[in-house]
Antibody, heavy 123, light 113 residues
Framework: QVQLVESGGGVVQPGRSLRLSCAAS????????MHWVRQAPGKGLEWVAV????????YYADSVKGRFTISRDNSKNTLYLQMNSLRAEDTAVYYC????????????????WGQGTMVTVSS | QSALTQPASVSGSPGQSITISCTGT?????????VSWYQQHPGKAPKLMIY???NRPSGVSNRFSGSKSGNTASLTISGLQAEDEADYYC?????????????FGGGTKLTVL
């Protein structure tokens, strides 16, 4: 079945780095834009970044621009989020999510979500 | 990016209808028909309920409907059921002179009395 499985979360000190992964299965990964969305404990959803189906276009939220990098490996059906210079306010559950429409980037919604991976930034 | 504005909470009795509003600006909700709605139960991942203002994905009950007027989008749930109790989030494509991306509302907690 269509599935997204995130991994790579954990506890990290402020200023350090972490890389999240999202393994996709059950659909043609290389045809869809993919997103990262996060949710701080007890808070609402916050969109983080999007990458186009072929990796050629990327957009970021202001809060992570310059610190986070989204990437993908279509040969491995895997999405990544490289997080550098982490701050306490980056503490959240990070979800990867699939776009509804093939070849879309931002004119889209998120129809499949992973179970999330928790990132805690603390000294 | 400023979050879209949603009421913090709404409530209704089983069988009733409720509406959750989502107010933005002409740079997001009012300017584009790319508004989506998500349902999230505690400890679970969000679930897509409505996309492109009023379209329901396959498998979503027709008790859920979406609409938009100006800068405000709305999600209506008719025939409320106990399992509808959850948090609901709207989102929209956003584009301004300095930013392009996706913005979410702050979320609305629906209580079924």
């Amino acid at each position: 079945q269509v599935q997204l499985v995130e991994s790579g979360g954990g506890v990290v000190q402020p200023g350090r780095s972490l890389r999240l992964s999202c393994a996709a299965s059950g659909f043609t990964f290389s045809s869809y834009g993919m997103h990262w969305v996060r949710q701080a404990p007890g808070k609402g959803l916050e969109w983080v970044a999007v990458i186009s189906y072929d990796g050629s276009n990327k957009y970021y939220a202001d809060s992570v621009k310059g610190r986070f990098t989204i990437s993908r490996d279509n040969s491995k059906n895997t999405l990544y989020l490289q997080m550098n210079s982490l701050r306490a306010e980056d503490t959240a559950v990070y979800y990867c999510a699939k776009g509804v429409f093939e070849y879309q980037l931002l004119y889209d919604a998120f129809d499949i979500w992973g179970q999330g991976t928790m990132v805690t930034v603390s000294s | 990016q400023s979050a879209l504005t949603q009421p913090a909470s709404v409530s209704g009795s089983p069988g009733q209808s409720i509406t959750i509003s989502c107010t933005g600006t002409s740079s997001d909700v009012g300017g584009y028909n790319y508004v989506s709605w998500y349902q999230q139960h505690p400890g679970k991942a969000p679930k897509l309920m409505i996309y492109e203002v009023s379209n329901r994905p396959s498998g979503v009950s027709n008790r859920f409907s979406g609409s938009k007027s100006g800068n405000t989008a709305s999600l209506t749930i008719s025939g409320l059921q106990a399992e509808d109790e959850a948090d609901y989030y709207c989102s929209s494509y956003t584009s301004s002179s300095t930013l392009e991306g996706v913005v979410f509302g702050g979320g609305t907690k629906l209580t079924v009395l």
